[in-house]
């Protein structure tokens, strides 16, 4: 055991190493960076990979030179300028001076940007869901055996914050007892948008490379910029959206892997407008002695916006990203609260180390593709109105055509992840 005096040398030399370490890091060479999509998280995550210390950002990259332009005036005003701006994402893969590349476009381009920067050498940060769908998904997966030395992560923040963290080893600790329940939802409002007719695309918008793997249909200005998320061809509806970051806490906390069932429920029951993913959205995920419920409610404000739960048979502990309960057994006391914590920096700062071989992955891309497969199932029993049965090692449903075929979908020339493989 040391002594006062020992402690207090060993705590100056553990002071002293850690700002010798900052000053080395400072002085280092920063990785490079580039940003695929610029519209909204393209910005955000370059901000938060600036504010680590470990990146510099080279390259800002969309096919629509507006949203390039916005991108670009968002980090010029926390003072980031960004030399380069490109609108083809292929010239980003063959500058052999950029080390990193973030995926930040519609869910539809997720894991083909990813296997193609992969391929280029490059590690990669995309964002959350994983995959559009399951085989994608899995695709990547491949991809990532064929280059064992870059570092593919994902968007999942919440698996940096302090207080996920300290709230995951409370309930592994085994504090709430026997857990046989767990449930996550996104509950907000969602503006309705509007029918309008197809047009010509902006000419600011290269809308072929836009819509890249998925079927080249007629321009619409409503079912693209954000609202691509409630589109079928493009996005995964807000189960992708934010599910990808509740249902990972479920997964994470309880280390879950596939369901043994699924059976979902929803549609557009009140919106009812160009959005082709529900609007109202419940679904059962069956484990060995556990139910797990997701909750979707597009047009609702009521109750907190985004969490998951956990009940147990000593209590339940309840937590967003503002912060986390514990509700004891038959307690009448208040809640115990604990405060939230910053998720983002911590991200950036753990991608940062993952790639210098200092850390292990915070959200490495197998638990991404496990959380988005989940989404999936979610969504796929939503519109397949009977109970189903996954198979994770075929990629297959249990006697189910009709389900199968929301597994894979065909890639438009010339973009076919498989060539890739």
């Not at 198979?391 to 006697?399: C, D, I, V």
Request: one cysteine or more; glycine letters at 6%.
């Amino acid at each position: 055991m040391l002594n006062r005096r020992q402690f207090i040398t060993t705590s100056a030399m553990a002071m002293a190493t850690t700002t010798l370490s900052r000053k080395v890091r400072a002085q280092s060479p920063k990785m490079r960076v580039g940003i695929i999509g610029c519209r909204n998280r393209g910005p955000q995550v370059a901000d938060n990979l600036v504010k680590s210390g470990y990146f510099q950002i080279k390259t800002l990259c969309d096919c629509d030179e507006e949203m390039l332009n916005k991108g670009k005036k968002e980090l010029q005003k926390d003072n980031i300028d960004v030399p380069v701006l490109e609108k083809d994402f292929r010239r980003l893969l063959d500058d052999k001076e950029i080390d990193v590349i973030v995926v930040a476009t519609p869910d539809h381009w997720h894991c083909l940007m990813t296997v193609m920067a992969l391929d280029a050498g490059k590690h990669v940060y995309v964002e959350k869901p994983f995959s559009y769908n399951i085989y994608d998904g899995y695709a990547v997966l491949q991809a990532m055996k064929k280059h064992p030395k870059q570092v593919g992560v994902v968007g999942s923040q919440q698996r940096s914050g302090k207080h996920f963290q300290e709230a995951r080893d409370f309930v592994q600790s085994g504090a709430l007892g026997k857990i046989s329940f767990a449930r996550a939802g996104i509950i907000h409002w969602r503006e309705p948008l509007p029918r309008v007719p197809d047009s010509e695309p902006p000419k600011t918008l290269d809308y072929d490379m836009w819509t890249g793997p998925a079927p080249l249909k007629p321009y619409n200005k409503y079912r693209v910029h954000y609202n691509w998320h409630f589109m079928l061809d493009y996005g995964t509806g807000d189960t992708g959206n934010w599910g990808a970051h509740w249902l990972d806490i479920l997964r994470w906390f309880l280390n879950l892997n596939s369901p043994t069932r699924i059976q979902g429920t929803g549609g557009q029951f009140i919106t009812k407008d160009i959005k082709e993913w529900p609007d109202t959205q419940t679904t059962i995920l069956e484990y060995p002695e556990l139910t797990v419920v997701w909750e979707l409610r597009l047009w609702s404000e009521y109750g907190p916006s985004a969490f998951a739960e956990f009940h147990g048979d000593k209590g339940t502990l309840i937590i967003t990203r503002e912060n986390w309960k514990v509700f004891e057994r038959d307690s009448k006391k208040s809640p115990k609260t604990y405060p939230g914590s910053d998720i983002d920096v911590p991200h950036a700062v753990n991608f940062a180390k993952t790639i210098l071989g200092e850390e292990k992955p915070n959200a490495p891309a197998e638990e991404g593709h496990l959380t988005a497969v989940l989404c999936h199932l979610c969504n796929i029993s939503t519109f397949i109105p009977r109970p189903l049965e996954f198979n994770p090692e075929t990629l297959s449903f249990k006697n189910d055509p009709e389900a199968d075929k929301w597994i894979k979908r065909p890639y438009r020339t010339p973009w076919n992840i498989e060539q890739y493989l």
